[in-house]
């Protein structure tokens, strides 16, 4: 079965740090764009960044550049959303998503989805 877990989450006071992670099970993710996707309770699910099997291609939704770094570790089957400088506004549940292909952009589709973590930012 294939499918990707999502860990990491939590709840941090402002300005605080947490690193997601999305591990694959059941398939490899080096030939996989990855997607960071989060929703806020009452609002719609929105892409947070996204990297493709290459490092060099990456993206961010402009209210988190600058504070969140995407990475990847193929040796651990794993993606990365290191989240810094938290705020109140970043609370949701994050999920990720894997897309088989080279490359990731602004609103592509992805085929598999996490059951998403919980981020909660403390004023």
């Known amino acids: 079965q294939l499918q990707v877990v999502e860990s990491g989450g939590g709840l941090v006071q402002s300005g605080g740090s947490l690193r997601l992670s999305c591990t694959a099970s059941?398939?490899?993710?080096?030939?996989?764009?990855i997607g960071w996707f989060r929703q806020a309770p009452g609002k719609e699910r929105e892409g947070v960044s996204c990297?493709?099997?290459?490092?060099?291609?990456?993206y961010y939704l402009d209210s988190v550049k600058g504070r969140f770094t995407i990475s990847r570790d193929n040796t651990k089957n794993t993606v990365y959303l290191q989240m810094n400088s938290l705020k109140p506004d970043d609370t949701a549940v994050y999920y990720c998503a894997a897309e088989w292909g080279p490359f990731c952009w602004r609103g592509m589709k992805y085929e598999y989805w996490g059951q998403g973590t919980q981020v909660t930012g403390s004023p």
């Open positions: 990297i493709g099997t290459d490092d060099g291609n990456t």
């Open positions: 059941g398939f490899t993710l080096d030939y996989y764009a």
